[in-house]
């Protein structure tokens, strides 16, 4: 089932500028992983974030992870075209392996 | 990375008939692999969990005599779709269980039923 959240659910920005976007759960949860989504194809893993990281970088990807809030952030910088997609947070409940994805957040990045 | 493929990347079949869906871990073994439904401009909502030998274990709501699978192999998984009907059309994305417990997902099979 899904317990992600969200938002915002779309996000369009210029080419050069930074895009965040948050994602809330529900549950304890062993870790929290970012992916991305072209048009019509699979998934591509972004960055996995454990419960008790708070914070971790893979070159223009910063994704923070509160657990006493139980929300992280995904922020790219210095977008390009290229990073329009639909990104999705997935979370891995304590207890278990399976991924619960949340709705998604649309990027559109104009040249 | 890890790499999962599927075959096909697309099927178009008429209604009634079944489709078989690949997705094999192409550079490593897999356990656990994942079946997964998409809809248009929707999430990922996982279909069932697939198990190397052994039953595949179906989220709630999932008829599991319509979405056959069968974890032959540590690389190789199977989805087929039973007496397909058109709200059976949907994009199938699979993954994969990596060492850390991250997924690496195929690039989807979009089935159109007929």
């Known amino acids: 089932s899904q317990q992600g959240e969200e938002d915002p659910q779309a996000l369009s920005i210029q080419e050069g500028e930074n895009a965040t976007m948050n994602c809330s759960y529900k549950t304890s949860i062993n870790n929290l992983q970012w992916y991305r989504q072209n048009s019509g194809r699979g998934l591509v893993h972004l960055i996995l974030?454990?419960?008790?990281?708070r914070e971790k970088h893979s070159g223009r990807l910063r994704v923070t992870l509160d657990t006493s809030k139980k929300s992280s952030s995904l922020l790219i910088t210095a977008s390009r075209a290229a990073d329009t997609a639909s990104y999705f947070c997935a979370t891995a409940p304590s207890n278990d392996y399976k991924l619960s994805f949340g709705a998604g957040t649309t990027v559109t990045v104009r040249a | 990375g890890a790499v999962v493929s599927q075959h096909p990347s697309w099927v178009i079949c008429k209604s009634g008939t079944s489709v078989k869906i690949e997705c094999r871990s192409l550079?490593?073994?897999?356990?656990?692999m994942f079946w997964y439904r998409q809809f248009p401009k929707q999430s990922l909502m996982l279909m069932a969990t697939?198990?190397?030998?052994?039953?595949?274990?179906?989220e709630q709501g999932v008829e599991k005599d319509k979405f056959l699978i069968n974890h032959a192999s540590l690389t190789l998984s199977t989805l087929t779709v039973t007496s397909a009907h058109p709200e059976d059309s949907s994009f199938y994305i699979c993954?994969?269980?990596?060492?850390?417990?991250?997924?690496?997902f195929g690039p989807g099979t979009r089935l159109t039923v007929l």
């Open positions: 974030i454990r419960s008790n990281e």
């Open positions: 697939s198990n190397e030998g052994s039953k595949a274990t179906y």
């Open positions: 993954s994969a269980r990596g060492g850390q417990n991250e997924q690496f």
């Open positions: 550079d490593f073994q897999a356990t656990t």
